[in-house]
Nanobody, 125 residues
């Protein structure tokens, strides 16, 4: 079974930094061919939103609200999110995600997408 395991969430003061980590484990064919990995977040009462992602080729993309403060990086089936200059508005549960690549995607051994269970980031003013 493919699993995504997140870590790094914590409570920090505004202006502080955190580094989130996510590691995929399981079927080698699946986790070695993710087309993209990244991070979403969801605050209470709000919709889940994209924070950052990175393609298999290494090209990152960011939500406007975090661009310049957050940096995403990837090492094979691991993805990281360096978060600097944190603001109270960044408070949310952060979820790691991964998108398998065809022909593996959507098969019994490799689903359509994978999500971690989330790690809580709390930024106080």
């Amino acid at each position: 079974q493919v699993l995504l395991a997140e870590s790094g969430g914590d409570s920090v003061q505004a202006g502080g930094s955190l580094r989130l980590s996510c590691a995929a484990s399981g079927d080698t064919n699946c986790i070695s061919t993710f087309s993209a990995m990244g991070w979403f977040r969801q605050a209470p009462g709000k919709e889940r939103e994209l924070v950052a992602g990175i393609r298999s080729g290494g090209t990152p993309y960011y939500a406007d609200i975090v661009r310049g403060r957050f940096t995403i990086s990837r090492d094979n089936a691991k993805v990281y999110l360096q978060m600097n200059s944190l603001k109270p508005e960044d408070t949310a549960v952060y979820y790691c995600y991964a998108e398998p690549q065809r022909p593996h995607k959507g098969t019994q051994s490799c689903g359509e997408e994978y999500w971690g269970k989330g790690t809580l980031v709390t930024v106080s003013s």
